[in-house]
């Protein structure tokens, strides 16, 4: 039976078990979207690209399968591209579809043409364009486990429009089966030999690919052997915060003592996680290209181990084997475990505690307040910017994929993160944590978590100004900041013009007080919260007005 190129390409997203994209609506693609409304698939209209991709994003980092984004050509590629690089540096599944110009334009700058796969070669594993309908199951295949396997990342497969309009005879294929890696038995065994031999061992855990039984087996391993086990970059929920083990985040604001637990390690296996440079602290912490610490480091790529740092022993494997293989592996009879893990522990509680200014708007307390209402299974989202470091101080992780948070550092993202979260969990709280610049970059997509009645609630940390730069510009250039103070709107007035519920806060009862009505919204609610531009992270505060 011959069906059109589009309706072949849904059919085969629908057999990958997809029944949701994320997208903006372009005529490059009309076909796709009338072969989605045949096939009874949910096509989530978003109001602007960059929102829709890291939408999509979002939703592979939760689900582990590639979300799937579809934008028209041009402007809404470039727009999209944002959500890209997200996916990328963040090593999450996507596949971004674009609708291209027709095979036969190609090459004339005809309306909105890009070259794509020069565009988006250095942000995405795979760029491809089909231009034969038959091979669009062939590709779809290939472009999933590229997604899927290794380092996951995006796929960008670019449509044209006139090959979604010609008839083929491509059947559908099963969902392909994803290669995985395990560690062998003598790196186990070299593994266990330099671990029984180290006095001050750290284990560092993060990337992609965690689930419960990941995280549990590693808590396991961690606690037979006595190890402190600290977290990578916005990854704190691949490992219970309360387990005695868990040492705290390796990140934005890290914990002095905690970094200095590190510099003297002599012993560091890194589970799972890129040693990017925030992660690192600028390099300098774990020192490129040989650290200090002697390095074991397991990791799905092999490109990844050695590329930077140059380990003692590499092995390549991914989080679930590297789980399981270290869930099994015994200490020596001898082994007795130290005091370590007990006392990174109690520290990480001390830098746990809020420590607000007396007569300030008490954010600590407030983020505490937050994990208390969402409980273990609700999902905090933020974007980029310094309201987070009292997210990632103050807020205790229990269990795997219940942060969404861009390790690429990209603003903007909570918003889009947060209604994905709650369009894939239906039932269960959802929470984005954002300041006023990085709420304006995708704000307009309120009106898609009004559209769809997503129970979101959105908290709004405002300080009129890009607190982050303001934070540099003050290192550099003290007391001269310029370019950095923003004009906002009413937010309040804003989410209620969108159709949303909104309250403005100062105490921490004001904002329990909303929490507790936010449980029975029928849709999203907006909170927002106005700080001191002087107070530029929980630790520092400037002496002198902001101008």
């Known amino acids: 039976m011959r069906r059109s190129a589009a309706t072949v390409l849904v059919d085969q997203l629908r057999c990958f078990g997809i029944d949701t994209a ?12 009338d072969a989605m409304g045949d096939a009874s698939m949910r096509f989530v209209a978003c109001r602007q690209e960059g929102g829709a991709a890291m939408m999509a994003e979002a939703w592979g980092k939760l689900t582990g399968s590639p979300g799937v984004c579809f934008v028209t050509r041009g402007p809404g590629a470039t727009n999209a591209s944002a959500g890209v690089h997200v996916a990328r540096q963040d090593s999450s ?13 190609r090459g004339r700058e005809s309306f909105q043409e890009v070259d794509f796969e020069t565009m988006f070669a250095p942000l995405a594993k795979w760029v491809v364009r089909i231009d034969d309908g038959e091979r669009v199951p062939e590709v779809l295949a290939r472009a999933w486990t590229c997604a899927c396997s290794g380092r996951p990342g995006p796929v960008v497969i670019s449509l044209p ?37 180290a006095t001050k061992p750290f284990v560092l855990a993060g990337g992609p690919g965690w689930s419960a039984t990941a995280s549990e087996g590693l808590q396991r391993f961690a606690e037979r052997w006595g190890l402190p086990v600290g977290v990578s970059f916005r990854r704190q929920d ?4 309360h387990h005695p083990c868990y040492a705290g985040h390796v990140g934005i604001g890290i914990d002095p003592a905690l970094a200095e637990r590190i510099r003297t390690a002599d012993l560091l296996l890194v589970v799972g996680a890129r040693l990017d440079e925030i992660t690192t602290g600028s390099y300098r912490l774990i020192e490129a290209p040989r650290p200090r610490q002697p390095l074991i480091h397991l990791h799905p790529d092999p490109a990844e181990l050695g590329r930077i740092h140059q380990p003692v022993l590499a092995i390549v494997a991914d989080v679930a084997s590297c789980s399981a293989a270290l869930d099994r592996l015994q200490p020596p009879p001898q082994h007795a475990p130290g005091a370590a893990a007990d006392e990174a522990h109690r520290a990480w509680q001390r830098f746990l505690q ?15 307040a ?30 795997p994929h219940t942060q969404l948070a861009p390790i690429s550092g990209s603003m903007g993202y909570g918003v889009p993160a947060a209604i ?20 304006l970059m995708h704000g307009q997509e309120l009106a898609t978590a009004v559209a769809h009645r997503l129970p979101i609630v959105f908290i709004v940390i405002d300080n009129a100004q890009y607190g982050t730069i303001r934070m540099h510009q003050e290192r ?13 709107p009413d937010f309040v007035a804003l989410a209620r013009a969108y159709g949303a519920e909104a309250e403005r806060v100062a105490s921490v009862l004001a904002f329990e007080r909303t929490l507790a009505r936010a449980a029975h919204a029928e849709g999203p609610v907006l909170i927002h919260v106005e700080i001191d531009a002087r107070r530029l992270t929980p630790e520092l505060r400037l002496d002198d007005d902001a101008p």
Request: charged share 20%; proline share 8%.
């Open 22 to 33: 994320f997208g903006v609506p372009g005529e490059s693609y009309l076909d796709v979207l």
């Open 93 to 105: 599944p996507m596949l971004l579809f674009i609708g291209d110009v027709a095979r036969g334009h």
């Open 161 to 197: 429009e006139d090959m979604l309009k010609a008839p083929c005879a491509a059947g559908t294929l099963p969902l392909p089966e994803i290669a995985h890696s395990a560690p062998d038995a003598d790196a186990l065994d070299r593994l266990a030999r330099l671990l029984a031999a």
């Open 238 to 241: 691949v490992f219970d915060n």
């Open 354 to 368: 809020p420590r607000d200014v007396p007569g300030e708007v008490p954010l600590a307390a407030m983020v505490q």
């Open 370 to 399: 937050l994990a208390g209402w969402l409980g273990e299974k609700g999902i905090v989202c933020n974007g980029a910017g310094n309201f987070a470091i009292w997210l990632h101080r103050h807020y205790a992780w229990r269990r």
């Open 420 to 439: 994905a979260a709650a369009l894939c969990h239906p039932g269960r709280r959802i929470a984005c944590w954002c300041g006023d610049g990085s709420f």
């Open 476 to 488: 550099r250039f003290p007391g001269r900041p310029f370019g950095t103070r923003l004009h906002s």
